[in-house]
């Protein structure tokens, strides 16, 4: 067993980066407050545990929070029709009929483990905005949806209108071999498949609501909605709140549900929508998201190394942005353990230098007094 598996599992940090540039910070103040008084295997233990510390960075559970959607930021996957505009994400154009566009993260979301069942807690927050452009109930359509689909998942021909940029007339036909999980916001009644009126609720392989609530886009046109979606994993539990900024009214739908049955191990997560004849504007103005199952993506394992390391899966190189996003990382951790390193060759550097002095002749720690305090003027206009 490997130092980094040892460490894979139990860690369920939120965000390992705090607590990471945590852990460096409280070892600073250490050696900046300790430097002149301890001996130089404090220091050494010290950052070997800083090192061994920067090894669970290799395994993190997905955690983001997006408040503007830049143009020029690479953590979104635009397809169709969807664009970065103005902060947020516009979704689909009007000026034409029958559009799809789908916007997903370009990192990739671990539901559950195979090899211990484990399934994860998430939960997500965004806002969006509908705008039915003053047409009435029936003319406007077809609504938004965040779903999770396998990480291959792209916009299928022929996804337009009812089908949500989601599933086709051929993977309607067979849902088992679908892998898709949706929060829809339907805003046209489907008589096919949809339950009467415009309603919010999950779709789980098949455009059909599982779960739903009766909803009116007329009345919250261009009004902010925010919806919060969370999975516990504890009570297989898929939970909707969504209220609005100018409306006191609010929908919790929920569905049980094993994840496990329905997406694969790895999903990308995202929005989708379409429209028909009839259509409206979507748009996506935040989102955050925050999951707690670590774990690397396999992609190619490396048949050349070893059965211990083949296990340490590669990361998947998402268009090169990912491979950016790693080097980031590297650097930024290669860039922190120098630091320590000198930090620390610079502190033993001063005990030796202060050894010659003798003992008990240590200066006065008068060095760490505060300064007297300035005085205050108090601003009197
Ligand atoms: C995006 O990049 C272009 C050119 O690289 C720059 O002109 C523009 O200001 C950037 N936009 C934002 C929102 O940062
Ligand atoms: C539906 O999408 C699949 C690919 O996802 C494609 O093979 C199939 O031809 C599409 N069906 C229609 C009717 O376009
Ligand atoms: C939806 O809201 C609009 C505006 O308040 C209202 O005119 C319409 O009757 C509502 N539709 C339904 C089905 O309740
Ligand atoms: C939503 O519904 C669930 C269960 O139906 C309940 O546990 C939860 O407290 C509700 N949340 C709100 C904000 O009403
Ligand atoms: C790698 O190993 C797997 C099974 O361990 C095997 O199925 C696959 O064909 C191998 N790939 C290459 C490129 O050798």
New binding site residues.
């Given amino acids: 067993m490997t130092i980094s598996s040892m460490f894979s599992q139990p860690l369920h940090f939120k965000s390992c980066y705090n607590v990471h540039f945590f852990y460096i910070f409280t070892t600073m103040a250490f050696y900046c407050s300790q430097t002149s008084s301890q001996p130089p295997n404090i220091h050494i233990l010290s950052l070997v545990s800083v090192l061994i510390f920067f090894l669970p960075l290799s395994a993190e559970s997905l955690s983001f929070q997006i408040t503007s959607f830049d143009a020029n930021s690479t953590n979104i996957v635009y397809e169709g029709d969807a664009v970065p505009f103005n902060g947020d994400i516009r979704l689909n154009r009007v000026d034409y009929v029958s559009r799809v566009g789908r916007a997903t993260h370009i990192e990739h979301v671990r539901v559950w483990d195979p090899s211990t069942r484990h399934l994860t807690d998430f939960t997500t927050n965004f806002s969006f905005v509908i705008d039915t452009q003053g047409k009435s109930e029936g003319n406007y359509g077809h609504g938004i949806v965040f779903f999770l689909a396998p990480v291959d998942s792209e916009i299928?021909?022929?996804?337009y209108g009812g089908c949500l940029g989601l599933l086709?007339?051929?993977?309607l036909l067979s849902p088992s071999k679908n892998n898709i999980l949706g929060v829809e916001f339907d805003s046209f009644s489907n008589p096919e498949w949809d339950p009467p009126g415009e309603h919010v609720g999950f779709i789980v392989n098949s455009l059909s609501s599982s779960q739903y609530m009766s909803w009116n886009a007329t009345l919250h046109s261009l009004d902010v909605a925010n919806a919060q979606v969370s999975y516990e994993a504890s009570t297989q539990k898929l939970n909707l709140l969504l209220t609005y900024k100018n409306s006191p009214s609010s929908y919790n739908v929920s569905l049980d549900v094993d994840l496990r049955s329905i997406l694969p191990e790895w999903v990308k997560i995202g929005f989708s929508t379409a429209t028909g004849i009839n259509t409206e504007i979507h748009r996506v103005l935040s989102w955050d998201f925050s999951s707690n199952l670590e774990g690397k993506e396999q992609i190619e394992a490396n048949n050349t190394t070893n059965k211990e390391t083949n296990t340490e899966l590669i990361r998947k190189n998402d268009g090169g942005s990912k491979l950016l996003i790693g080097l980031a990382i590297t650097l930024g951790v290669l860039g922190a353990v120098l630091a320590i390193l000198l930090f620390w060759a610079f502190s033993v550097w001063k005990i030796w230098k202060k050894k010659p002095e003798g003992k008990g002749t240590h200066p006065p720690t008068q060095k760490f007094l505060p300064r007297s305090a300035p005085n205050l003027v108090h601003g009197n206009p």
């Fill in positions: 299928p021909p022929n996804s086709n007339t051929t993977s």
